[in-house]
């Protein structure tokens, strides 16, 4: 069993930043792939970001520039830097971890951007 914890999700002005945390703990055997993929009332679930374990990074094209993603290896944490947020951006946020096989998922962690 996989238990990831998210933290850092809030209320922020537009223009202001978050950090998300998310740390992966548990029976893992190793992980390709990890990131954040977000949910707004009333849209589907979108990929925001996800990292590879080469440190090869993808960035949703609404984010790039404002969104940095990045992983601790040897704490199985990754991050997502958001800065520049906007009211648009307002979703719970999700963490998933892959590990060549299956997805494991956060329980997610709201982030409202008011304008």
Not at 2 to 14: H, I, N, P, R, T
Not at 74 to 102: R, W
Request: glycine share 12%; aromatic share 8%; hydrophobic share 30%.
């Amino acid at each position: 069993q996989v238990q990831l914890e998210e933290s850092g999700g809030g209320l922020v002005q537009a223009g202001g930043s978050l950090r998300l945390s998310c740390a992966a703990s548990g029976s893992i055997f190793r992980i390709n792939a990890m990131g954040w993929h977000r949910q707004a009332p009333g849209k589907q679930r979108q990929l925001v970001a996800g990292i590879r374990s080469s440190g090869d990074t993808s960035l949703a094209d609404s984010v790039k520039g404002r969104f940095t993603i990045s992983r601790d290896n040897d704490k199985n944490t990754v991050y997502l830097q958001m800065n520049s947020l906007k009211p648009e951006d307002t979703a719970v946020y999700y963490c998933y971890i892959h590990d060549g096989f299956v997805y494991s998922w956060g329980q997610g962690t709201q982030v409202t951007v008011s304008s």
